[in-house]
């Protein structure tokens, strides 16, 4: 699989409050609960109003700790609470404003993208999730 490099500002949030963020966690676990195996918020790692953590284990077994920012959604270990070295924050000391930048990372816009990418097993209970609200909204 092909990897980019892509340089993002983690400070280009539009002025969502800590609320908002602790609300769209919740929204994540509650909608892909029952299309993964298992997903939660990490409790261990250290939890802002600009950035979550999640732990995912998919159908197929496989666990993701996942990153949320207001770059996206990205993978930072296949460990549950865990960050890989290369894929921590790097503080840019040279930059008087103190911004600072992902490396060699993909952001996927939505976790519906990025479950899609990584797990074959997701689109198919996705696809069943999808037709039995469509079946049921026909029975009513």
């Known amino acids: 699989m092909a990897q980019f490099e892509r340089s993002v500002d ?6 969502e409050d800590e609320c908002d963020w602790t609300k769209e966690a919740q929204f994540i676990v509650k909608e892909f609960e ?15 109003d600009h950035l979550i953590y999640f732990n995912c284990e998919t159908k197929e077994g496989d666990k993701y700790c ?13 460990l549950f609470d865990t960050i890989d070295e290369d894929k921590k ?8 404003e103190g911004q600072e930048k992902i490396l060699n990372s993909v ?4 976790m519906n993208a990025l479950l899609d990418k990584m797990s074959p097993l997701y689109r198919i209970a996705f696809s069943n999730q999808l037709i039995e609200k469509l ?3 026909i029975n009513q």
């Open 10 to 15: 983690v400070h280009d949030s539009d002025g």
């Open 34 to 48: 029952s299309v993964v195996n298992y997903i939660s918020v990490s409790t261990k790692l250290d939890q802002s």
């Open 66 to 78: 996942i990153e949320l920012t207001a770059a996206g959604f990205r993978i930072v270990s296949n």
């Open 89 to 96: 924050i790097v503080h840019e000391e040279e930059n008087d």
């Open 107 to 110: 952001f996927y816009e939505t």
């Open 135 to 137: 079946n049921s909204h």
